[in-house]
């Protein structure tokens, strides 16, 4: 057992990295666009390419896909999708944006493989021939590891709101046409690989965490480390680079997942936002209308996922005492409760008590739910720790 | 068994901790000389251990992690009270939340 990572990991304390690292993929506000038209220059010169010709600013990573889809030459396919009328304009102030560069008519192909992925890639061999299979494996779990889980989630609901926002396939009814459900898959292809070319800058940061902590970073990456400390996503081309802004907002739980119950979770200048409740996503006008709910609304609201958001933001408590619900049980653990809702299973929560005092002298609840044939308050519980209840016995609780 | 806030500390003997060949890492330290057991990733707050000992889990939110305290030590959390550790070996559980068709970390 003391063998167990006795073994120097890495030249430096995983621990000191990974905080710096939680703050890069996290950082809001305007990029640092000074430090960032150096670091991507001499990213290209590290790659051994020539400086790009042109440095174009965007404001957001569903720009950044727009002048993406121009630069390639496939924005033309997005005419063919139900959202059209609502991107038109968005393309047009994209083009506009382009069209100030003359490198923009010429940009060359893509080249994140030689910008970023090759660097990367020398970096990890390098890493992995140092420290082994194993070493490189302890090292990414301690630093990369940590912060994969929300930094991925994060760009992937992205991904997915950017690709929405272009071709609106999740708008398409049963009843479409046919040949609107081609056109629009055509559109989704190429909107995916505009996506695929993007680098991901501060959301890179899990990898940037690992080559940091193995003290890679001055071999070659630091431009990149750079461009993740100081933009949102980007784009290289041949003769063009595609910059994009931070976001503006970022508003998460403290388990890391999207979360705002009065405006967008996540928000970039040009108005491009997503919103969620505890990482599930919500449509924008929902939010507003949490403000007046009514049981009967609740009720009434035929999404299960929308409901479970009504519900938790009208309050269980709140909505047990209207309903005039009566406890199923309750012990020295909590109290358990049970909501019927019409076509839908049950809504089973155990009321805890916080054992520590608020500094006013009251004592939280909170409430958790767990599944719908839990019986007693104790099964509840203990249940949430993955124990069953004849074991969940905790000699001292705060 | 001892509870603070969303995560469980339960008791464990010898014989039940991890071999070293179960591919567990040993978690580093926080800068503040801290076993880390759960963080929050807004506020910062921290369920830490303070004392020596040694912490050994998987990536995950949901991923078991066992404490080895030799010489016992403290779980603090700044907005809960401190719970003593005796000296010996621990399990330590996240508390989870039930979701038709899924679990979810709690995060309080």
């Known amino acids: 057992m003391t063998q167990l990572g006795a073994r120097p990991l890495a030249p430096r304390p995983p621990g000191e990295v990974i905080g710096h690292w939680r703050q890069v993929a996290v950082q809001t506000g305007p990029a640092d666009r000074a430090t960032a038209e150096q670091a991507v220059r001499a990213a290209y010169r590290a790659a051994g390419l020539a400086e790009p010709a042109a440095v174009v600013w965007l404001d957001s990573p569903l720009q950044g896909a727009l002048a993406a ?17 609502r991107v038109e304009p968005q393309l047009a102030r994209v083009a506009a944006r382009l069209a100030e560069h003359a490198a923009a008519a010429d940009p060359g192909v893509g080249v994140r493989e030689a910008v970023r992925t090759r660097p990367w890639e020398r970096a990890r061999t390098r890493t992995h021939g140092r420290l082994g299979a194993l070493g490189w494996a302890e090292l990414w779990s301690l630093t990369g590891g940590e912060l994969w889980p929300s930094s991925q989630a994060l760009a992937g609901r992205i991904r997915g709101a950017v690709a929405e926002e272009l071709h609106g396939a999740g708008e398409l009814g049963a009843g479409a046409e046919p040949e609107l459900r081609e056109r ?16 991901l800058g501060q959301h890179d940061a899990p990898w940037l965490a690992a080559f940091d902590a193995a003290e890679e970073l001055d071999a070659g990456l630091e431009p990149l480390a750079e461009l993740a400390r100081s933009v949102g996503w980007w784009w290289p081309y041949e003769r063009v680079v595609l910059l994009t802004e931070r ?6 739980d403290e388990a890391g ?5 009065d405006g967008p979770a996540l928000a970039y200048p040009d108005g491009f936002a997503l919103h969620a409740w505890h990482g599930m996503p919500v449509p924008a006008d929902f939010l507003a209308t949490l403000g007046g709910l ?31 619900a009566e406890p199923l049980h309750r012990d020295e653990t909590g109290t358990l409760w049970r909501i019927q809702l019409p076509d839908d299973e049950p809504v089973v929560m155990v009321e805890v008590l916080n054992s520590t005092p608020e500094p006013d002298g009251t004592s939280r609840t909170y409430w958790l739910r767990v599944p ?14 993955g124990l069953p209840a004849d074991q969940y016995h905790p000699r001292r609780e705060t | 068994m001892y509870r603070q806030g969303d995560v469980l500390i339960v008791p464990v003997p010898k014989e039940a901790a991890p071999a070293s060949d179960h591919g567990l890492t040993r978690r580093p330290r926080d800068p503040r000389g801290r076993l880390v057991l759960a963080l ?69």
């Open chain 1, 247 to 252: 976001p503006t907002e970022l508003h998460r």
């Open chain 2, 40 to 108: 929050g990733e807004v506020t910062g707050h921290a369920h830490a251990v303070v004392g020596p000992g040694e912490l050994l889990r998987e990536p995950g939110p949901f991923a078991t992690a066992w404490l080895h305290l030799p010489e016992g030590g403290r779980v603090v959390h700044e907005e809960h009270a401190a719970i003593p550790l005796p000296k010996g070996w621990y399990r330590v559980v996240r508390q989870r939340e039930y979701l038709p068709g899924a679990v979810r970390v709690v995060s309080d």
């Open chain 1, 69 to 85: 889809l121009l630069l390639t030459g496939c924005a033309e396919r997005l005419r063919d999708c139900l959202p059209w009328a």
């Open chain 1, 257 to 261: 997942r999207l979360d705002r119950a």
């Open chain 1, 372 to 385: 719908p044939q839990t019986r007693t308050a104790r099964e509840g519980v203990a249940w949430t720790f």
């Open chain 1, 294 to 324: 009514t049981p009967e609304r609740i009720r009434a609201e035929e999404n299960a996922e929308l409901r479970r958001v009504m519900l938790e933001h009208y309050g269980y408590e709140r909505y047990l005492a209207d309903s005039a």
């Open chain 1, 184 to 199: 629009t898959a055509a559109a989704v292809g190429v909107i995916q690989l505009a996506l695929l070319e993007a680098v």
